[in-house]
Structure formats: C-alpha cells, structure tokens
C-alpha cells in the first residue's frame, strides 16, 4: 500500500511558477514509477510527466504541453516526487494528482517511445491539488 498526498497548488498569473510537491508512505520501495496527471474542467484526466527510477539512473517523460516547461523530480530519501512548473499558461489550469505504480515496467511508465503514461496502469492517487493560471 502506498499513501500520496500533494501540496503546492495555487492561483498564479500567466508567466508565473509553481511547485507541486507529492509525499508517499508505505511501500514506496516498490514504486520505480511515479508520474503526475491533471484534469482540467470540462476535460478528461491526461498526462504531465512521468519518472522512472533505477539502479542505472532512470528516465522521464513530458507530455507535448508541457515540454520545455515543467521538470519532474523525486527525492528518494524524503520519498517526495516534484513538478516544477514554469512559463505556467492559462490552459495549465486543471487539479493535478501525483500516481504511483508497482513493478519495473519502463514502458508502462511511459518511459518508452510511443506509448505515453496511462493512468488505468496507475494503482495509487492522492487526491489532488489545485492550480489556477490567470491570463
């Protein structure tokens, strides 16, 4: 069992910054993958990024959005993974969940070309934080 609960969302204007954080408890020593989603009003949830983790270093994904923009990050001794979002637009606005997901599949964890983060592969969710962009 894993636990996430996010935290860094807020009402920012265009251009401006922010950092989501996500820190899970548990069984965190399984989760090689972790990954952000959002859902914006009136959309279905889609994906940000995603970050798997290994003993050869790893690797990440950005959606086409949000590339350029936003950088995903995880702190294994604090078992906290990050967003950092930047140049934040209008359409950025949506809640956004962090998700966890046991086994060592790259390619589930949309690490791979072609085939991005799902989020029915996605076992864990917190339950979402907010973040509003003004133009």
């Known amino acids: 069992q894993v636990r996430m609960v996010e935290s860094g969302g807020g009402s920012v204007q265009a251009g401006g910054s922010l950092r989501l954080s996500c820190a899970s408890s548990?069984?965190?020593?399984?989760?090689?993958?972790m990954a952000w989603f959002r859902q914006g009003p009136g959309k279905a949830r889609e994906e940000v990024a995603s970050?798997?983790?290994?003993?050869?270093?790893?690797?990440?994904y950005y959606s086409d959005a949000v590339k350029g923009r936003f950088t995903i990050s995880r702190d294994n001794a604090e078992n906290t993974l990050y967003l950092q979002m930047n140049n934040l637009k209008p359409e950025d606005t949506a809640m956004y969940y962090c998700?966890?997901?046991?086994?060592?599949?790259?390619?589930?964890?949309?690490?791979?070309?072609?085939?991005?983060?799902?989020?029915?592969?996605?076992?864990?969710w917190g339950q979402g934080t907010q973040v509003t962009v003004s133009s």
């Open positions: 998700a966890a997901r046991l086994g060592v599949s790259r390619v589930l964890c949309g690490v791979e070309p072609h085939r991005p983060p799902m989020d029915r592969d996605f076992s864990y």
């Open positions: 970050i798997y983790t290994d003993d050869k270093g790893g690797a990440t």
């Open positions: 548990g069984n965190t020593y399984s989760t090689s993958c």
